[in-house]
């Protein structure tokens, strides 16, 4: 009977094995031309609003690449859902505009500036953890250059906007809050005009205290203005 020495069935077994690797190993070549192709794409064309998922034809086009592509739409479907949450301050504003609104609803904004440092709190983790996936990727240099320019537009840029406008927009929601509780407990000191958009305040010491608030509302809107200003900058 012909047999073969076990050690020989080793060898033989290691060769395979190399082989099979290296038939594998061949459509790298095309995935990473392939990915790198997509990415140059979305570099020059999309937006985090303008992204796409990527489907199966996709993924078995770019292999193991589509991976680190999903790190991308991951961070952009969760940036997506802190950007729903933050619709809510646009529905309370229909109820504050004017001073009488703002009087009798004033408490609604103190749950909204809450809502605001918690998006604000799951964006920073979830760029941590994009970030910390990221650095553990294993690209070649060809497709590094290319990726880093996809991050940078869809997740860095995207999440330092936000970072640097949110500060100033709970500062402004903070005053505007301080506003309304001083009309609400001041009912009875305060007169504001029909249409609701000035209100008199004949009390000196009262007065002090309504133009002192009027002054860091002014100085909360010009920070905001700089900081909506900073990010269309970049």
Not at 30 to 54: C, G, N, P
Not at 92 to 114: E, F
Not at 176 to 199: C, D, H, W, Y
């Amino acid at each position: 009977m012909f047999s073969i020495p076990s050690r020989h069935l080793a060898v033989l077994g290691a060769v395979c094995a190399m082989l099979f690797l290296a038939g594998c190993g061949s459509k790298e070549p095309e995935q990473r031309k392939a990915f790198i192709a997509f990415m140059e794409y979305a570099v020059a064309h999309w937006t985090t609003d303008s992204m796409q998922t990527l489907d199966h034809q996709q993924k078995e086009k770019f292999g193991p690449y589509a991976d680190h592509y999903q790190i991308i739409v991951d961070f952009n479907a969760a940036m997506s859902e802190g950007n729903k949450a933050l619709s809510e301050p646009n529905k309370v504003q229909q109820k504050l505009t004017n001073l009488k609104q703002l009087q009798d609803n004033w408490q609604q904004i103190a749950p909204l500036r809450s809502q605001m440092t918690r998006v604000a709190d799951s964006l920073a983790g979830d760029l941590r953890k994009a970030e910390d996936l990221r650095a553990g990727l294993k690209q070649p240099d060809d497709v590094k250059s290319v990726y880093d320019k996809l991050f940078a537009k869809l997740v860095t840029t995207p999440a330092k906007a936000i970072r640097t406008v949110m500060p100033s927009l709970q500062e402004t929601f903070q005053v505007t809050e301080e506003k309304g509780q001083f009309l609400s407990e001041n009912r009875g000191a305060v007169k504001i005009s029909p249409l609701g958009m000035s209100v008199d305040v004949p009390d000196p010491a009262l007065a002090s205290k309504w133009k002192e608030i009027l002054k860091r509302e002014e100085a909360a809107g010009r920070h905001l203005l700089n900081a909506i200003a900073e990010v269309a900058a970049q």
